[in-house]
């Protein structure tokens, strides 16, 4: 049953069609209103003169090949010694000079966020770095890395990290490589093959060199001057700032108050910042800034286009918010009719009939939100079909619960975490949140239950949970969060996350534990105490410290 304000998705139409005899032919006015809109931004290229810029580099590869401290390098490399202390803005992207030349890292690693991007149409990478473990070799993500940046044409560097170690097998992985259709130069191919070490620092200077080297056969140029265009890397809703995006300037120059349109989000820019955590008054090509005083948070890999004037931004962005409204209605509706939750999913596929699995995800960014999408909209099969209830930036809400319950839906958490009353919620009401902080691990366990395999879930399970009141800055020791532990204990060693509204923000151990001026094991609830964390700085009053044990959770 739908009611006459409800809309119909594309397969409901077409049954319906088929079963009183009519012949439909379906249009999407989303897309043609899409094609006016781009005519109003257009860019006049006549007398605009393009100037030589810098690369783009997006880093992929196996988990645990080094990705992550490869960029870590790059950008510790280029933080002036004892500016703001050595303090670096995790923004999404970041830029770096090598020999008075430019490159930008994007900062998310990982061939999802790129092909996400690049399904949006965002092209912003240039370059690919290839990173592949020379003790592990090409690993099934590498060969996924290597089909996404082969479907997207650009050229691809290869980074050979870990040559540090002792079971590195260098001319293993170059015979590897020779297979995969990237031939390395020593091979007599074309494919530039870097030893690294970045553990120990060796041979970066050399990986950047080269990727100098391409980048300069690729001839890349931007218009530096005009209006300005690029694409979201990221972006997510702060408490303080409200919504936040971070964009990858490609042409043009974006200026504090230009009117922005990205999607379905605009405004005037209230504040440009920078990697280093500076308000800057203008961001110019292959700058990445982080962008405040849009309406909404603006999905990454959407491209951005600075427009005439705020009348026209914001028409764009309504016009837009509606097609997106109306092609969201259709999905919980299709939701709504039959669909499984993830532990019935299997029985559904063996009965025979088109399974449908219903989801609500929520993530901590929007990167991650479209990643993890697209990621799982490519294990949909015949027989088995995703339907999203619901997606979103942010903690696991009781809102989330609600929908779960009364669509069938599993909520998927990356990420993030729901808070206790939220748990306590979903306890009562029969819903599965399942939590994770790797994609990979995510996709496996989907992948598992359509094939009837699902895992039992090794749930954290939440021991104490603490608020932060106050910060103390002892020197040498670093911050003390002066907390009050508000339900379970609070135990010294433990695991433990720290979250801002759901997100997770960082995870670690209690280093220290003290009630007033004594070392504690232990606190309960309803007593204060000092937590010491050391390698952990920017707690804020309100955030939650949350600590966690490991258990299986039995299955039924
Ligand atoms: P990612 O999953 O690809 O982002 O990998 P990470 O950057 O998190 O690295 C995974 C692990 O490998 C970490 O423990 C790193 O310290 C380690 N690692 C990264 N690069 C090197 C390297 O060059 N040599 C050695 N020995 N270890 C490395």
Excluded at 83 to 111: C, L, M, R, S, V
Excluded at 450 to 474: K, N, Q, S
């Amino acid at each position: 049953m739908v009611t006459a304000t409800q809309s119909l998705t594309d397969d409901m139409i077409e049954l319906f069609a088929v079963e009183i005899g009519a012949e439909v032919r379906l249009v999407n006015p989303g897309t043609e209103q899409e094609e006016e809109l781009q005519r109003i931004l257009a860019f006049d290229d006549a007398d605009a003169e393009s100037e030589p810029r810098g690369p783009v580099i997006t880093v992929m590869g196996h988990v645990d090949h080094g990705k992550t401290l490869l960029l870590d390098r790059f950008r510790g490399a280029n933080v002036v010694e004892g500016e703001a202390g050595g303090i670096t803005q995790h923004i999404g992207a970041y830029q770096i000079e090598k020999d008075g030349k430019g490159i930008t890292f994007i900062d998310t690693p990982g061939h999802a966020a790129f092909s996400a991007m690049r399904a949006r149409g965002a092209e912003s990478t240039d370059i690919v770095i290839l990173v592949v473990a020379a003790d592990d070799g090409i690993m099934p993500q590498t060969k996924e890395a290597i089909d996404h940046a082969k479907a997207s044409g650009k050229p691809i560097v290869v980074a050979m990290n870990k040559i540090d170690r002792d079971n590195a097998d260098p001319n293993r992985v170059l015979a590897q490589l020779a297979e995969h259709e990237l031939v390395p130069e020593s091979y007599g191919g074309e494919t530039i093959v870097v030893p690294v070490s970045a553990l120990q620092e060796t041979g970066l200077d050399d990986l950047l060199d080269q990727v100098l080297v391409v980048a300069e056969l690729e001839e890349l140029t931007a218009v530096r001057t005009g209006r300005a265009a690029g694409s979201v890397i990221d972006a997510h809703l702060d408490k303080g700032r409200g919504p936040v995006a971070t964009v990858l300037v490609q042409r043009g120059t974006l200026n504090v108050g230009d009117a922005l349109v990205a999607g379905a989000a605009w405004g005037r820019v209230r504040a440009l910042i920078n990697d280093k955590g500076e308000q800057i008054k203008a961001a110019g090509p292959g700058t990445p800034v982080e962008v405040l005083g849009l309406s909404e948070v603006a999905r990454a890999g959407d491209t951005f286009v600075v427009a005439f004037d705020e009348k026209t931004a914001n028409r764009v962005a309504e016009t837009r918010g509606h097609w997106q409204r109306q092609a969201s209605m259709a999905n919980t509706v299709a939701a709504a009719h039959g669909g499984a939750k993830l532990e019935d999913i299997f029985s559904q596929i063996q009965a025979g009939e088109t399974a449908t699995l219903n989801l609500i995800l929520k993530a901590d960014v929007h990167g991650s939100l479209e990643a993890v999408t697209d990621s799982l909209k490519r294990l949909e099969r015949d027989d088995v079909k995703l339907a999203f209830v619901s997606r979103g930036v942010g903690g696991v809400t009781e809102n989330d619960i609600h929908l779960a319950a009364t669509s069938n839906a599993t909520i998927l958490g990356f990420n993030v975490r729901p808070d206790r009353k939220a748990r306590q919620f979903a306890d009562a009401e029969g819903v599965e949140i399942r939590n994770y902080e790797i994609i990979y691990k995510l996709l496996e366990d989907i992948e598992n239950a359509m094939l009837g395999l699902l895992e039992p879930e090794y749930e954290e399970v939440v021991t104490g949970d603490a608020e932060v009141r106050e910060i103390f800055r002892v020197p040498r020791i670093g911050a003390i969060a002066g907390c009050y532990v508000t339900n379970g204990v609070i135990t010294r060693n433990s695991g433990v996350r720290f979250l801002r509204e759901g997100v997770i923000i960082w995870r670690g151990t209690v280093q220290s534990l003290r009630r007033f001026k004594d070392d504690a094991r232990e606190v309960s609830a309803g007593y204060e105490c000092g937590i010491g964390l050391s390698d952990f700085q920017d707690l804020r009053p309100g955030d939650i410290i949350e600590t966690f044990d490991h258990r299986e959770i039995p299955r039924v």
